[in-house]
């Protein structure tokens, strides 16, 4: 009785193999074909929109109440893109199941356990095949995904003995932003990070990351504490940019940002920079001068929001992905722009999908920058800190 039942699942486990190779099949033809059409049509779209730019710049735009037949076409596209995309993940997570379920069904000695894993492998290179030719706009997504780690996941998973630093000794604490003293593999370090909420509480009470001038004000309080007793510096980025209220500005922000980034020029500790997710405008630059700059590979840095841009350039905000693409707010092009230092890979799917895995590859590239820095003496780190920034743009001489 259990032999035929051992039988009739490995029989079920060959058929469904057969439809999911076959499936799988399909869907890298039809992403092929998909992906040729989608670089047709952006590049229809840029070309339609540089030739639509004089007509906008040559006359002020009066609102509207309903929009332009492009702009509701453009907009049409766009959700179909992203439907597209949804589809495309769920296919892969439906693929990853099967897989699962095959596995678990299949004896370990029969021929089809060799097969599954080279579905297993097709199915992951699928997946790679995805998260490696995200534009722009896709990888801002990403970026601003609710699940992402943040600051505290890095502390838990990094490192050791945290000890919180609260306040600026002058005004109030803020919770946008976390300080605090801690150990990484054995050695005494500061922590500084901006931080976001997981639920409207949490964000609510964090300001949604964003910082005000105690913020910034702490953070420079707990770094020159740390330069004092010799401890390199850690921050974690992850703002889409300081807090633009009025009581921020009665209080001086950006007094506060501007000091930040002189004074972090001139402590002489390793500082050791990682862009977590958003690395927005003056308030991701408050607390990222250092001497390595590192990006996870989806996150952004850039001088602003790509629908801030498109609400600038063009008063259209509807036009952000095409601001994302032109302020090269990825990593690569900021790699090659040498205006990062390195580009720390995510697990497959993102770093909101394996927290653990993303704090391990992080791990690796910070303990070897730190073994790296800490070879230099205060005089050599502040000269190549003031090098680099230096050299930053020259090629706009």
């Excluded at 998909?34 to 004089?54: F, G, I, L």
């Excluded at 350039?313 to 040498?338: N, V, Y």
Aim: net charge positive; with cysteine.
């Amino acid at each position: 009785m259990t032999d035929s039942r051992d039988k009739e699942k490995r029989k079920l486990a060959r058929e469904r193999l057969r439809r999911l190779r076959q499936r799988a099949k399909n869907r890298q033809e039809q992403e092929k074909a998909q992906e040729k059409e989608k670089e047709k049509q952006r590049a229809a779209q840029v070309a339609r929109s540089a030739s639509a730019e004089p007509a906008v710049r040559s006359e002020k735009t009066k609102p509207t109440a309903t929009a332009s037949p492009a702009t509701s076409s453009k907009q049409r596209d766009r959700q179909r893109e992203l439907q597209h995309n949804e589809e495309r993940q769920v296919e892969i997570s439906a693929l990853e199941r099967d897989i699962a379920e095959l596995g678990r069904l299949t004896d370990p000695t029969d021929a089809t356990a060799g097969e599954i894993d080279r579905i297993r492998h097709e199915v992951e290179q699928l997946k790679r095949d995805f998260y490696a030719h995200l534009d722009s706009w896709q990888r801002l997504q990403l970026a601003r995904h609710p699940q992402r780690p943040y600051t505290d996941d890095y502390i838990r998973l990094l490192f050791d003995d945290f000890s919180e630093i609260h306040g600026d000794r002058n005004f109030a604490d803020d919770p946008a932003m976390i300080t605090g003293m801690a150990r990484f593999h054995g050695r005494p370090v500061l922590i500084v990070g901006s931080q976001k909420g997981r639920d409207t509480k949490q964000r609510l009470a964090r300001n949604f990351g964003q910082a005000k001038p105690e913020g910034y004000r702490k953070a420079l309080r707990a770094m020159r504490l740390a330069a004092k007793f010799g401890r390199p510096i850690f921050v974690f980025v992850d703002t889409p940019g300081a807090y633009p209220g009025i009581d921020a500005e009665e209080r001086g922000q950006a007094e506060a940002i501007a000091h930040n980034i002189r004074e972090m020029s001139r402590l002489p500790v390793p500082i050791l920079i990682s862009i977590t997710g958003e690395g927005g405008s003056g308030g991701a630059l408050a607390i990222a001068i250092g001497d390595r700059v590192f990006m996870l590979e989806n996150s952004v840095y850039s001088v602003i929001s790509p629908e801030g841009c498109a609400s600038i350039m063009w008063r259209d905000s509807t036009k952000a992905e095409i601001a994302a693409q032109a302020l090269k707010i990825t990593a690569p092009d900021l790699l090659e722009l040498k205006l990062i230092d390195e580009i720390v890979p995510e697990p497959e799917g993102g770093a909101h999908t394996d927290h653990a895995a993303a704090a391990r590859l992080l791990d690796t590239v910070l303990a070897c920058a730190l073994d790296e820095l800490l070879q230099l003496s205060p005089a050599k780190l502040l000269d190549q800190r003031y090098d680099k920034f230096r050299n930053m743009g020259q090629f706009f001489a």
